[in-house]
């Protein structure tokens, strides 16, 4: 069984990536020092690097029951990008994780995707949902507790955008679905 490519919520779209959209994830949020800053994947330094983000998101949609989604605006605003990532063909756990330009950030939308994420992690008969969030991170935090998530311990976690000597620690977040 495999996920929608495309999917509506009551203010978003979430679609499939394609090549086209390179450029603009690049502008928007993955170059951003800001934005990356406790993601798990490094900021992309050249659109190159966005182009092989999407190659990875083609594979893992190819190979898995789904891949990253982009998150847009109803009126077709780029805001950032979410996702299942599934480490077996079984779709029984899922890893997700959300991303967000700057002008996106406090309005709902990281709930409003990650809600549609667990619905089509149901669908698919996931069983659980796993996100590793920065313990310094509380926006993110909040967003996986509204969502269902229990935080369930403390990992170390090598985050490619923060300096060195920062701190790696992070919370695993769990979400049984079935």
């Known amino acids: 069984m495999k996920a929608p490519q495309r999917l509506e919520t009551e203010r978003l779209v979430l679609r499939k990536p394609a090549l086209a959209d390179a450029e603009e994830i690049y502008r928007r949020y993955a170059s951003d020092p800001e934005v990356t800053r406790y993601l798990a994947w ?13 190659q990875f998101s083609d594979a893992e949609w190819r190979d898995y029951s789904a891949g990253p989604y982009l998150i847009e605006s109803g009126s077709g605003l780029l805001l950032g990008g979410i996702g299942l ?11 997700t994780g959300y991303v ?3 002008d996106a950030r406090g ?6 995707a ?17 996100a590793i969030c920065h313990a310094q991170h509380i926006p993110s935090q909040r967003v996986l507790e509204k969502c269902g998530f ?6 170390l976690v090598e985050f490619p955008n923060l300096e ?9 977040h769990e979400l049984v679905l079935a």
Do not use: W
């Not at 309005?107 to 409003?112: D, I, N, V």
């Not at 229990?150 to 990992?155: A, H, Q």
């Open 42 to 54: 490094p900021r992309h330094r050249t659109v190159d690097d966005t182009r092989a983000f999407i």
């Open 85 to 95: 990532e599934f480490k077996t063909k079984t779709a029984d756990q899922a890893v």
């Open 100 to 102: 967000l330009s700057r």
């Open 107 to 112: 309005q709902g939308y990281a709930t409003e």
């Open 114 to 130: 990650l809600r549609a994420m667990i619905e089509v992690a149901r669908e698919l008969n996931t069983r659980e949902m796993l």
């Open 150 to 155: 229990s935080c369930k311990g403390n990992l």
């Open 164 to 172: 060195p000597g920062e701190s790696g620690d992070a919370l695993r």
